[in-house]
Structures are given as C-alpha cells and as structure tokens.
C-alpha cells in the first residue's frame, strides 16, 4: 500500500500531549501513523490495531526495522474485538479510517477495502474510542470535509467534543477536501484552521512542507 497524504498528514499534524505514556493507532495499515508518532513523542506503549492481514504483518515489519521497535506492537484485530478484550485505557487515539461509503464495488483489494468503512463505520470507530481513551486524553481522526458536521455531532454522543480542527485543500481555489480533527472530553472554544498543501502542480506551500518536512526524505 502507498503511503498517503492523508495519513502523513495525521501524523504530523495531531498534538501529542506532554504526559501522554499510551498511543492506539486505529487501522494502521502498513504502521505509517505509529511510526510517525514513535519518531515525534517519548510515550513508553504505542499500540497499533490491523485488521488486513497482508497489512499487519507489514507493519509488524516495519515496525521491527524501525529505531522504536521497543515501544511499538501491532494486534492483528478489528477495533470492536479489541475493545471488548483489553482494559487498557490510551492517551492519545489516532485513525485514519475507511471513508467510502458502502461496499468496495467489485473489487477486493486490500488498498480497496480499507479505503470503506464496511468494516469500521464512524459510530463503532467513536464508540470504541469512547470505550479505550483515557478521563484526560485525546483523539485525532482525519476525514472527509463533507463528513465533517455528522462526524462531530456523533463524538458528542460519546461525549468527544472538538478542540482543534484544520480543513485541507488542494489549493486556494479549490473546495475542502479533508478536516482533521483533534478531540477530547473536555468542551472547549475550537480552534479552526486552513492548511493549503499547493500553490500549482507539484509547488508545495512553506505551510504544508513546515509541516511534514520531518517525515520525508525529500520534499
């Protein structure tokens, strides 16, 4: 699987907080997001669920041939059988979740399917969330723009309230395509910014290159 915009973005992007010991990455895919944390953080524990099998045992090499091997460990299992197996409480949750809508039609990749959320749906992702964070953690997702009002309204049914958003486009002239959002228990004034990632073709903002520079060996 390619590594993604999306998810770089995520793992550049989220607020790590100070005290946090415990990490979860939701439906890691190939470990992009766990690394990117690993490298960013000190937290002791950074836990990584998997449900493709082609996917976990490609984190599980990642994460073996990383300089974080030690604190890093992925569970190949879906976030609903997780939950209901570990009483563990995290930190910090990060996903970068399925975000089409219904069955991957007629195809049966595994870039396919984790790309809908057939499997993981936004309710069950906050439910679990709600069931693995910690009193005084934190979440961060990434999502599609349009999802972002539906997504909200259903972490406040968790009790998840939105604390800092950042809509992305391509550039200026272009509508909002993702919204990453950062949430937490406690209700707060939120925090909304605009990250563009390109001026034309190929010409990355100062904004976007600021921000992922860490994680690219050339930009």
Known sequence: MKVGTDGVLLGAWVKIPEE?????????????????????????????????????????????????SDRLYCYHASVQEFQNEIDDKYDLIVSNPPYFKGSPKGSKTSRSVARHNELLNFDDLLKATDSLLSQQGSCAFVIPFSDEKNFISTASSYGLFPNDITRVRGHA?????????????????????????ETERHVYTDEYRELVTDFYLKL
Do not use: C, H, Y
């Open 20 to 68: 946090a010991a415990s990490i979860l990455d939701i439906g890691t895919g190939t470990g992009l997001i766990a690394l990117q944390l690993a490298q960013r953080s000190a937290a002791e524990n950074i836990d990584a669920l998997e449900i493709q099998a082609d996917a976990f045992e490609q984190a599980v090499e990642n994460f073996e041939n990383s300089s974080w």
């Open 173 to 197: 002239l272009s509508p909002f395509k993702r919204s990453m959002i950062q949430l937490s228990r406690k209700a707060s004034d939120v925090k909304i910014e605009v990250l563009t990632l």
